[in-house]
């Protein structure tokens, strides 16, 4: 029997040995390996066994092995399939392993072999695999052991899929694994990562009455309440774990629970834990250090972090990363590059993290240019952009108005991010929203309207939506934004919106003095009580109402605050300034010195204007002169530009330019703007000329600049140096912005230009105004035909000033505003002298009042008088 076995077996070997040398032949000699196994198998092997064992064990190659495999199949001998699983595994073939263990009659001894299929497929990160294997083997009658459960739970996490970790659960507690701690262990872990912490926390406290838990157990569910992003709780849990029930904590526990202190600010609590991990010796392993670091540096303590980070003996990448990001952080931009500069000094391999870090520190910055640099260093490096690099550089080349960097940084945002079919969707819209952003900011709202048309409705989320309403506000588009915030509210478009997404619509509001949509919103605001955010919101409701014509409401929700903060002060300062109503913005101003709110350089700003624009020159003086001595407050450019606006108004042209001289840095086109302006009122042309060139020296394209010099030259009935101005501004290419009203009737708002009959109600709007002309010429109204500019006669220059926008505006809203209700004009330049004459004499006989906001400051015109008292 056994000489049969052993001619066979010779047989065998022989036909492998010649399919060796034929495949062999074109090298002209045989394969070493298989000859000499074969030779030596021969000389030696006593039995079947050792046949096969030794076989598998000394092949170096997959083909070899499936030769060896097909001929015992082939010869019909007998062998150990493990050992070819085992082989098949070894040369990195899994589907040729799974083949044979598909045959194989299950048993507990043999599903060793899958749950070495399934370690694999986690180990290599194919998770969909390891949900196919285990699948397979149920089906195949296979019953999963305590090794199998924790593999394919940690595959459910890591995909996440919390229906697909449920059913294994479901397995787990029908095959009696729940008391197995390993297994349990794997529950808590996946519960977790699918963010199903109160599921997680079940299992938990299951295997704690079952007496089963470890200090694995507790590591898994602080994590799990990490990953909730419940920190307190994570933190709770950790301390019960320490204290209550006298478990050490090991390194990976001070990893879990650093990041929650740090999370929540918790520094007390987190310079504990960095007690015991230098009692216990865990602060030598890198990773505690670098969590450390991490949690001082997330708490603003940059200094404790530093301290912690030199005392490391070992650091990584990742230590450096936690310095750098926490400086960027917190705004010392100086000691993040400088600590980036020795990094690349010491040639330590930079990663992703480094890069982002700087480049989101020089955004931050508003320096897009340097920000765009490093990204260029980062790809000559190697390094391949992740989401929070490209949406770093987007906000660097939004604040620096970068366009076509901008749009470099598209081009590459398609190539690492977008359309790349394993890409996560939040990812994508992360990055989309930071283009609607960077389109917005730099004025390109076309762009940033196509990039908010890609996203499908119902993958808009409340940052989608504010980046763009936001972008329209800030930038000239007021009307579209609020279009879209009524757009986000509609049911099929339905995303709850944030304090952000209400502050940018209620500063539309405040650009088009939409007294009525910011009073909805002002609704919507407490209908669903935003109180998180009652302070931010807050003061842009002040906002909105003072510069909407209703100052007196922004002090009643002023006056309604709970808490309140240097801009809810200044915001009612300047509303108060705006209306012409200096006294009680400096009774704020008082107030909230004694409120211990210390003033700077924006509050003096706001004083300074508020006394220019109520005729408060000597208090102005005053306070400019005691800015420095009594606060310590350096004045700047644009303190000397409210100066001179200050005494420009008061016609106090030689003060104004006296200090002009005196200023110790480089006049600013505002500087020359408000002495121009002055001119203007008083027909100063010598001065104004003089003005003016200063502002062509600046290379300020300022259409106003040009349109007072021309006026001043009119005024002076200069009409050949009219002409002159007029072909400059022709052959530069600047055209002068046509003046526009526009008016809140009963059935919305009405826009008009001088001159204008393309309203329906035309007919009816002149008809009333050559009415209202002759009522109020008979109270002593006068036409102030300098206001015309242009050489034309006296009478056609009064028909002329009767058809200016203001005034169409006006009689449109007598047609449509109800009876004693007030009229809100909106003018986009200054005021006409003509129109403001005319305005306060028709308030005389008409019931309402009558609220005009220009280009500088409101109007109020009630019973023959005006609230800017000629300082306008």
């Not at 003046?739 to 009816?764: E, I, L, N, Y």
């Amino acid at each position: 029997m056994q000489t049969g076995l052993i001619r066979s077996l010779k047989s065998a070997a022989t036909t492998a040995i010649t399919a060796t040398m034929l495949i062999s032949l074109p090298r002209l000699k045989p394969k070493p390996p298989l000859l000499f196994l074969t030779t030596f198998f021969f000389s030696t092997a006593s039995s079947t066994t050792d046949l096969t064992s030794t076989l598998f064990h000394q092949c170096k190659s997959l083909a070899s092995a499936e030769l060896i495999h097909k001929q015992l199949l082939v010869q019909g001998l007998p062998h150990d399939p493990t050992h070819i699983i085992s082989m098949y595994l070894t040369f990195n073939s899994p589907a040729k392993a799974l083949s044979v263990l598909r045959h194989l009659h299950p048993s507990s001894h043999t599903v060793f072999w899958w749950n070495q299929l399934i370690r694999r497929s986690v180990h290599l990160g194919f998770l969909e695999d390891v949900l196919q294997l285990y699948r397979r083997m149920q089906r195949l009658g296979w019953r999963p052991d305590h090794y199998t459960f924790p593999f394919v739970l940690k595959a459910c996490g890591e995909i996440p899929s919390f229906r697909c970790g449920a059913s294994v659960h479901a397995v787990v507690f029908a095959s009696g694994f729940e008391w197995n701690v390993f297994v349990g262990n794997g529950l808590v872990s996946m519960y977790g990562r699918c963010g199903a912490w109160e599921n997680a926390r079940q299992v938990f406290d299951e295997m704690r009455e079952r007496g089963v838990g470890d200090l694995v157990s507790w590591n898994s569910i602080v994590a799990a309440y990490m990953q909730g992003g419940d920190s307190i709780r994570a933190m709770k849990m950790f301390e019960r774990m320490s204290e209550d029930l006298g478990i050490r904590p090991d390194a990976v526990s001070l990893v879990n629970v650093l990041p929650a202190c740090a999370s929540v600010g918790a520094w007390s609590r987190g310079k504990q834990v960095h007690g015991y991990a230098v009692r216990s010796g865990l602060f030598e392993d890198v990773f505690v250090g670098n969590a450390v670091v991490d949690m001082y540096a997330k708490c603003g303590m940059m200094e404790e972090a530093n301290k912690v980070f030199e005392r490391m003996k070992v650091k990584d990448v990742v230590s450096w990363n936690a310095m750098v990001t926490g400086y960027s952080q917190i705004g010392r931009f100086d000691d993040a590059l400088g600590l980036f500069e020795k990094i690349r000094e010491e040639k330590i391999e930079l990663n992703v993290v480094t890069w982002s870090a700087v480049i989101a520190g020089y955004a931050q910055r508003g320096l897009g240019f340097e920000a765009l640099d490093v990204f260029r260093q980062m790809l000559l490096c190697g390094s391949e952009p992740n989401v929070v690099t490209l949406v770093s550089l987007l906000s660097g080349c939004a604040s620096a108005g970068a366009l076509l960097h901008g749009k470099q940084t598209h081009c590459h945002a398609i190539k690492w991010i977008l359309n790349l079919d394993e890409n996560d969707p939040g990812d994508d819209l992360m990055v989309i929203n930071a283009l609607i952003d960077m389109y917005s900011k730099c004025k390109s709202p076309k762009a940033a309207r196509a990039m908010f048309d890609l996203i499908p409705p119902k993958d808009r989320s409340v940052v989608t939506w504010t980046v763009l309403i936001g972008g329209n506000a800030q930038h000239g588009e007021a009307n579209e934004a609020l279009e879209l915030f009524s757009q986000m509210l509609q049911p099929d478009n339905f995303v709850m919106p944030n304090a952000f997404t209400i502050s940018c619509a209620l500063m539309a509001c405040a650009r088009l003095g939409a007294l009525r949509f910011g009073r909805q919103i002002h609704a919507y605001v407490l209908r669903n009580r935003f109180e998180s955010a009652m302070l931010f919101v807050a003061n842009c409701l002040i906002d909105m109402y003072s510069k909407s014509g209703d100052v007196d409401a922004a002090r009643v929700v002023f006056d309604n605050m709970h808490q309140r903060n240097g801009v809810s002060w200044t915001s009612l300062m300047t509303g108060y300034g705006m209306h012409g109503r200096g006294e009680e913005a400096l009774q704020i101003f008082y107030e909230m010195q004694k409120a211990g709110l210390v003033p700077d350089g924006v509050t003096f700003v706001v004083v300074l204007y508020a006394c220019s624009h109520s005729g408060m020159v000597d208090q102005g003086i005053n306070y400019f002169n005691g800015m420095s001595k009594d606060f310590g407050v350096v004045p700047g450019a644009e303190h000397y530009a409210c100066m001179v606006d200050l005494l420009s108004r008061a016609g106090r042209l030689d003060e104004a330019m006296e200090l002009i001289r005196g200023m110790p840095m480089k006049p600013t086109p505002a500087v020359w703007i408000a002495l121009l302006s002055a001119c203007r009122v008083y027909a100063n042309v010598e001065l104004g000329e003089y003005a003016a060139n200063q502002l062509l020296e600046l290379e300020s394209g300022n259409d106003g600049s040009y349109t007072l010099l021309s006026n001043i030259y009119a005024n002076a009935r200069c009409w050949k140096d009219v002409a002159r101005i007029r072909s400059l501004m022709k052959n530069t290419g600047i055209k002068k912005r046509p003046g526009c009203s526009w008016v809140q009737g009963r059935k919305g708002t009405a826009t008009f230009f001088a001159g204008d009959w393309s309203h329906p109600m035309s007919q009816q709007i002149y008809d009333l105004l050559r009415d209202l002309m002759q009522r109020i010429k008979a109270l002593g109204y006068v036409p102030d035909n300098r206001f015309a500019l242009h050489d034309v006669d006296d009478e056609e220059k009064g028909d002329l000033l009767s058809e200016h926008s203001e005034k169409l505006a006006l009689a449109y809203g007598i047609l449509t505003t109800a009876p004693g209700a007030p009229i809100r004009i909106t003018k986009n330049l200054r005021a006409c002298g003509d129109c403001h004459s005319a305005f306060t004499y028709i308030s005389i006989i008409i019931e309402h009042e009558i609220i005009v906001r220009d280009s500088s400051r409101f109007h109020h015109f009630k019973n023959g008088s005006c609230s800017c008292r000629g300082y306008w």
